[in-house]
């Protein structure tokens, strides 16, 4: 038989110095340490100093018997599980019942069988052993479950309340006195997050599963108080014997609130348009695409209503009061086209209203014949006409008056449409109402003549302007180093102006729209690098203080075959050194033109030019897609940058991007900067570069319709 590993301690009380001296003997040949008293007071005493691992007792001692002895020591709270065996002479019923009620663990009579006692002396030693380590797993596994964040509950194989965690109790509000022996669901009232409805925990599932589980998502766990609610995430699994059988289940769950309201905020960022709360164009694409799958579904003949909605003379609020007037005029106007939508609900039974862009809106009525559009939308003109807009200080308000010209385009379920054509159609409707007189409405039909000539006459001018290599303009806006005061380097960005048959200055918005149609995006694009590159080369100067200027790349550029090739033939035939050269895509571009973004940028990288991504977080604001693009820079997208200063969940989202960015060693560009708190807040969170208007208006850099 194997000795113990680490030599147990045993004291041997027996007032007989014979049977003392050869149990002593007998025991240091069994490999145990041994020490000796004479009676039942030595015990206690000694036990208080040493605490042995046993003790081997004579039962009729002088001064203090066995008996009396082991009565006294399991009174003491550290012999609670100490062996005691009664070794004695005595077999009289008397005493062993005496012996057993003091507390022996065991009881052997005189003479002793020296292999009796030798096995019984193991396997009571093995067996504290074991019931030792058996506590101290208990204990550790009971901290464990005390001090972890998730809630633990227990119960038995009846689903009643065993065990419940600081955690559990926290989020149940029971404490572990009063829930025990109550039914599981009395203690676990659970909800669905999106009906509010009660749930019913299916307990015999688990027990039945044999498996861990995890709980449906959009679970909700109701305090005891009726009042706190927490969003969980949670697992539960059956507890098995030795043998296998189901005793019990052990549900495990943590409190994912906060997580799940960020997440529900980043989803409706996502869709939201930041300025107006309204849908954002990525979403209304989205739920006009389900309206079209649907109603190819649908055997019945549905009418459908396309609003595409441009505001009038929103033009002369932006540029005469500031963007902060327009912005204050889009969400007053956001909220009066939602208030008259919800007001007319007896033309149509859903209506999704979106902000496109700008001041450009849209407007699906579902179902809604065209007689019902055509009451609407006059009704929403209408609305829009009384406005009357103040803007200024108090001694001096400016009041302003507008319009909108809204695109109409009834369709069918019969009709096969993608979300593109219908917004192209309703964008060209758009266009006719404006030029048929602005503030009304015109429905498109096919062939429409009137608006294809607008379209028409921009692919005129733009063609026109491009043979002519002249009508175009390009300004310059200012990116400043924000936290690096040893970049005192120039960096802006390019942007493009075209002048009209009557002279006036025309943004992108107004003619990039025909030109996206009629494919003569890669032309511009094209006009403004051999441009710039030419400017550069004859303005040394200018050029030799430059660090980096940024050049757009449109998304039908990029998907362009014979575009790169242009681009790559331009930059290898000029002498100015590339690496001042970044081109800007658009992350929806890179995104969802992944090939192709990955094609241009590998081709610049590889002649030493630099790449940013721009508007990052209109989309998806996903890294994924950027680990295998090698780009310089991110330009946080101004929705987010607006509003930083009070809006907490927009400084985070700004932080998280910009910590991201560092760690995958980009630098940082924050758009639509438009006061000193921002410039504060983007200080905080260590953003490289800012531009906005407040920071430096687009200054000419050079027109081709007058000398420089």
């Known amino acids: 038989m194997n000795t113990p590993s680490k030599k147990s301690h045993i004291l041997v009380v027996d007032d007989a110095p014979l049977i003392r001296g050869l149990l002593v003997q007998v025991l240091q040949r069994y490999g145990y340490e041994v020490d000796t008293a004479e009676n039942g007071q030595q015990a206690i005493d000694y036990f208080l100093k040493q605490q042995p691992d046993l003790i081997l007792l004579d039962a009729d001692m002088p001064i203090m018997d066995g008996v009396t002895a082991c009565a006294h020591i399991r009174e003491l709270p550290q012999a609670k599980h100490l062996p005691i065996i009664m070794v004695t002479s005595f077999v009289e019923r008397e005493w062993v019942d005496r012996a057993y009620l003091a507390g022996v663990t065991d009881y052997i009579t005189k003479p002793v069988n020296w292999d009796v006692l030798r096995n019984r002396i193991h396997y009571i030693l093995q067996a504290k052993q074991a019931e030792e380590a058996l506590f ?90 009726q009042k706190q609610r927490f969003a969980i995430e949670n697992t539960a699994a059956p507890i098995r014997d030795r043998n296998g059988n189901t005793i019990g289940l052990v549900l495990i769950f943590h409190d994912v609130t906060e997580s799940r309201k960020m997440t529900q905020e980043l989803s409706y960022q996502a869709k939201h348009d930041a300025l107006t709360g309204l849908y954002n164009r990525h979403e209304f694409e989205t739920q006009l695409k389900r309206v079209l799958e ?155 003549l009137i608006a294809q000539d607008q379209n028409i006459q921009w692919v005129s001018l733009i063609q026109h302007n491009l043979e002519k290599n002249q009508g175009f303009s390009l300004y310059y806006q200012p990116i400043l180093s924000l936290c690096n005061q040893h970049d005192r380097g120039i960096h802006y960005e390019i942007l493009l102006r075209m002048n009209n048959t009557q002279g006036q200055l025309v943004r992108p918005g107004a003619f990039f729209s025909a030109a996206a149609r009629y494919n003569l995006m890669p032309n511009l694009d094209l006009w403004v690098i051999r441009t710039v590159l030419t400017w550069l080369n004859s303005h040394p100067q200018q050029l030799e203080q430059l660090t980096f200027n940024s050049i757009n790349i449109s998304i039908h550029s990029i998907n362009d075959n014979s575009f790169l090739e242009t681009v790559l033939n331009y930059l290898q035939t000029t002498s100015i050194p590339l690496h001042k050269l970044c081109f800007e895509i658009d992350e929806t571009t890179a995104i969802t033109s992944l090939t192709g973004t990955v094609k241009f940028i590998t081709a610049m990288k590889q002649l030493g030019c630099q790449i940013a991504i721009d508007n990052f977080g209109t989309g998806m604001a996903s890294f994924l897609p950027l680990k295998n693009l090698a780009i310089d820079f991110l330009k946080i997208s101004g929705t987010f940058i607006q509003r930083i200063a009070d809006d907490p969940i927009d400084y985070a989202i700004v932080n998280s991007i910009n910590q991201i960015a560092h760690l995958m060693h980009l630098r940082t560009i924050a758009e639509n900067v438009e006061n000193q708190q921002i410039i504060e807040k983007l200080k905080e969170i260590n953003i490289d570069y800012v531009q906005g208007h407040w920071l430096g208006e687009p200054q000419l850099l050079l027109s081709s319709t007058k000398s420089e």
């Open 136 to 225: 101290e797993e208990k204990e550790k596994a009971q901290i464990t479950l005390a001090s972890i964040g998730d809630g633990v509950i227990t119960t038995n194989a009846s689903g009643r309340i065993e065990y419940l965690n600081a955690v559990a109790t926290k989020l149940t509000g029971w404490k572990l006195d009063e829930a025990y022996g109550l039914p599981l669901p009395q203690i676990f009232r659970i909800i669905d997050e999106n009906t509010g409805q009660p749930l019913t925990f299916p307990l015999h599932h688990y027990l039945e599963a044999g498996q861990t589980v995890e709980l449906s998502s959009h679970i909700v766990l109701i305090h005891c108080d």
């Open 294 to 448: 649907l109603a190819q579904e649908d055997p019945m003949t549905v009418e459908y209503a396309l609003l595409y909605m441009d505001l009038d003379q929103f033009k002369i609020v932006n540029d005469s009061c500031g963007h902060e007037a327009g912005d204050q005029l889009l969400k007053d106007v956001a909220k009066l086209l939602q208030k008259t939508i919800d007001e007319d609900k007896t033309h149509y039974t859903s209506a999704i209203l979106a902000r496109l862009g700008g001041d450009e809106f849209a407007l699906l009525l579902e179902p809604c014949s065209l007689a019902n559009a055509m009451t609407t939308a006059p009704i929403l003109c209408h609305q829009i006409e009384k406005i009357r807009f103040f803007w200024g200080n108090p001694n001096q308000k400016n009041l302003f008056t507008i319009g909108i010209s809204i695109g109409l385009v009834p369709f069918t379920n019969a009709q096969t449409l993608s979300p593109k054509t219908l917004l192209a159609m309703a964008d060209t409707a758009c266009y006719a109402a404006k030029n048929a007189g602005r503030n009304g409405v015109y429905v498109y039909q096919d062939n429409d």
